[in-house]
C-alpha cells in the first residue's frame, strides 16, 4: 500500500511540476507583449532584439512620420531602447548575467504594466531594478535594495528605483539611463523601437517601413515577437516533458509490479469470497476502490508537496523570470492523473487475480 501512495505521489508531482513550468513560461512570455505594441527591429532581426541594430534618428522620423500613435500629454508613446545582456556586480561581489534596458523615462507610456513600487526613475549614474531581477541574478533580494549600487563596465550606478511589472518578464531588468548604457556599450545605434497605437493600424506602421527603406527597419508585433521567442523555447519544454514521462514511467511499472505481488497474494481470498456469494464484477470493483484510495492519497500527498515546495517558486531563464502557480489546470491534470493511476492501473493485476477458475483458485498457496 505505502508502496502504491509513494509512486502514484512522484507520478503526479512531476506531472504537476512539468505542466507548472510549462504554464509558468508560456504565461510569462505572453502577458510580455502588447497586443497594441509595435517593434521596430532593424532588418534581419526581427527574432533578437540583441542583435537588431536601428538609427537613432529613426526614433524621431516614426514619431512624427507615422499617424494615430498613442500620446500622452502632447508626448507621442515612442520610446527608442538599447537591450542589452552582460555581467554585472553586485556590492556583495557576485558577479551574473544581467538583462540591461536603456530608456529615457517616456518608456513608461509603452510598458504600461511598469510601475514604480518604491524610490523614482533613475537618471545619469543611476538604475532602477526589476522586482524580480534578485532572482535572474542569483543574489539576495537586499543586495539590490535602494541606495545600494551595482557596477557595469568598472561604472558604479546606484539603485534609486524598484519596479514592477506583473507577469512579465520585464522584472528580471535592470533599467539604466540610456544615455548612460549607449556610453558604457559603446553604442551609437537602438536595439529597437517600440510604438504604441492608438488610431493607427499595424499595416501603417509596416507601410512607414517600407517607405523609409532607407532606415533599414522591420515592424513585428510586440506579442508576436515574445509569440516566437516562445517557440525557441519549444525543446526545453519538451525535453521537460521527456523527463517526466521517463520518471514516470519507472513509477508506474513500480507501482504495478507492487500491484501483481500483492494481488497475487490474495487469490484464495477472493476465491473464498466468490465461493460465499461474491460477483467476480464486485470483487474486481471493491479491488479498484482499494487503489484508488491508495492512489488519491498519493495525490493528495502530491498537491501538499507542489503547495510547501513549488507554488510560488521563481524560476530564472535567459530573458527572465517565471513563477511556477498552482492555477486550476495544473490541479485539474495531477487530479485525472490520480484517477487514471487508480483506475486503469489496477485492471490487469486485479483481472489476473480473478481469472483462475474457483477450484484452482481455492487450492493456491
Not at 123 to 136: A, D, F, I, N, T
Request: proline share 4%; aromatic share 6%; glycine share 8%.
Amino acid at each position: 500500500m505505502l508502496q502504491t501512495i509513494g509512486g502514484s505521489a512522484l507520478v503526479v508531482l512531476l506531472l504537476v511540476a512539468a505542466v507548472a513550468l510549462n504554464q509558468g513560461m508560456n504565461n510569462v512570455l505572453s502577458a510580455s507583449g502588447a497586443e497594441n505594441n509595435i517593434i521596430l527591429v532593424g532588418k534581419g532581426s526581427e527574432e533578437s532584439m540583441e542583435r537588431s541594430e536601428v538609427h537613432l534618428e529613426s526614433e524621431t522620423i516614426s514619431a512624427t512620420s507615422i499617424r494615430g500613435l498613442d500620446t500622452q500629454l502632447g508626448v507621442a508613446a515612442v520610446s527608442g531602447e538599447i537591450f542589452y545582456q552582460a555581467p554585472l556586480v553586485t556590492d556583495s561581489g557576485v558577479e551574473s548575467q544581467a538583462l540591461l534596458r536603456g530608456v529615457f523615462e517616456k518608456a513608461l507610456l509603452v510598458h504600461q504594466s511598469v510601475r514604480v513600487i518604491d524610490g523614482r526613475f533613475p537618471g545619469p549614474g543611476e538604475v532602477m531594478v526589476g522586482r524580480l531581477s534578485h532572482r535572474k541574478l542569483g543574489v539576495q533580494t537586499d543586495d539590490l535594495k535602494l541606495g545600494k549600487s551595482v557596477r557595469f563596465e568598472q561604472e558604479k550606478l546606484r539603485i534609486v528605483g524598484i519596479f514592477e511589472a506583473p507577469g512579465t518578464v520585464l522584472e528580471s531588468e535592470i533599467w539604466f539611463d540610456r544615455n548612460d548604457l549607449a556610453n558604457l556599450t559603446q553604442r551609437d545605434t537602438l536595439s529597437s523601437i517600440t510604438l504604441k497605437l492608438d488610431d493607427a493600424e499595424f499595416d501603417d506602421v509596416h507601410v512607414f517601413t517600407l517607405q523609409r527603406n532607407d532606415l533599414e527597419l522591420a515592424a513585428i508585433r510586440e506579442s508576436d515577437y515574445y509569440a516566437k521567442l516562445s517557440k525557441f523555447y519549444q525543446p526545453i519544454k519538451v525535453m521537460t516533458w521527456v523527463t517526466a514521462a521517463l520518471v514516470s514511467a519507472g513509477a508506474i511499472f513500480g507501482g504495478l509490479n507492487t500491484l501483481y505481488a500483492a494481488f497475487a497474494s490474495r487469490i484464495r481470498e477472493m476465491a473464498t469470497l466468490q465461493s460465499i456469494g461474491y460477483t467476480r464484477k464486485a470483487l474486481l470493483l471493491s479491488l479498484i476502490q482499494e487503489s484508488l484510495l491508495a492512489t488519491m492519497t498519493g495525490t493528495l500527498s502530491a498537491f501538499l508537496l507542489a503547495y510547501f515546495l513549488l507554488d510560488g517558486l521563481t524560476v530564472p531563464f535567459s530573458t527572465g523570470t517565471f513563477s511556477i502557480t498552482l492555477s486550476p489546470l495544473v490541479i485539474g491534470v495531477g487530479l485525472i492523473a490520480g484517477i487514471l493511476l487508480g483506475t486503469l492501473g489496477p485492471l490487469p493485476p486485479a483481472i489476473r487475480c480473478l481469472a483462475p477458475p474457483l477450484p484452482k483458485a481455492l487450492r493456491s498457496s
